[in-house]
Every structure is written in C-alpha cells, then in structure tokens.
C-alpha cells in the first residue's frame, strides 16, 4: 500500500523493516507522531543508552551540584561531551557567548597595510572590499579614492549639458 501525502502511513513491511534494523514498533509510532517522516522513522538508528550508567549517573549529580540542568547536561552528552566536561563546564549567556565569537575573529589584513590606507585617506571596509575584488593589497591601499564627479564618468550623462 503506498504511503500517503505526508509520508506518515506505514505498512506492516514497514514494520518489518524497521525490526530488521533494530528498532521497535513503539519507537516507530513515537516518531510518526512526533513529525518524522515514514522513510526516516523506519531507518534512522536508536540512540543507545550510556555504555556507563553508573559514571553518567554520577556525573549527573555533580552536574546538578553545578547548577547544570538535567536536559542541559543530557544535551552536552549527545553532542560528544565527555561526563566530565558536561558535568563541570560552566553554562554561558548567550551575549557572552556571541561576544566570544567575536573575540576570535582575525583580521586578515595585516596592520602595516590597515595603517598605510588610513594614511591615504582610505577607510578598511574600502581597503577589504578592494582586496575582495582582487586587487593586490598593497595597491588597495595606495591607490586614491574615487571622488571624480559623476558628471565625468562615461557611461553617465552629462546633467549640466541637459
């Protein structure tokens, strides 16, 4: 029998397929009804429990102690954590988190020719953009702005001849 629209209705050869793989009707049904599609629902793998029960759960606790929440602590372990670093790694707003991202950016131009635009009357968002452009940095930064009128530019027309 083909599956509906959405991809939600599962045959008994489903079912069957996905017990070859593992997984049990329960699971099937819980992820049908949490939105999977049918394909994805037969196939994709169980997550399986810690290998380590005793040291997740001991972890667990020191978590807690921590001010770590359960879900948190769950969460950081499904994400390849070690217990240890999900347990004792303190949680981060996310303004901080931002503004560490921030922090390790790097600019890629060096400063001598940041320095030398300046001198020449060129701001870095025009220097980066030239460069972006393919301009060879050192010229980027010496080479004059633009401040032609716009009534000299060629593919322009002339407004005082109008």
């Known amino acids: 029998m083909p599956r509906d629209v959405m ?3 599962l045959s008994p050869d489903d079912y069957k ?3 070859e793989a593992g997984i049990c009707e329960q ?3 819980s992820r049908i009804l949490r939105g999977w599609r049918a394909e994805k629902a037969i196939t994709a793998p169980v997550l399986k429990k810690s290998e380590k029960p005793e040291e997740y759960k001991k972890y667990k606790q020191l978590a807690e102690k921590n001010g770590i929440n359960k879900d948190t602590y769950r969460y950081r372990i ?3 954590w070690t217990y240890f670093d999900a347990a004792t790694l303190p949680l981060v707003s996310s303004r901080e988190s931002m503004m560490r991202l921030n922090g390790k950016r790097e600019r890629t131009i060096p400063e001598h020719i940041v320095k030398l635009a300046e001198s ?4 870095y968002s025009t220097l980066r953009s030239r460069i972006q452009k393919g301009l060879k940095i050192e010229e980027a930064a010496i080479k004059p702005v633009n401040t032609a009128q716009p009534q000299s530019h060629p593919w322009r027309k002339n407004i005082l001849s109008m």
């Open 17 to 19: 397929k996905a017990a």
């Open 27 to 29: 699971t099937v049904k």
């Open 7 to 9: 991809g939600s209705y």
């Open 120 to 123: 020449n009357g060129i701001c």
């Open 78 to 80: 499904r994400r390849g």
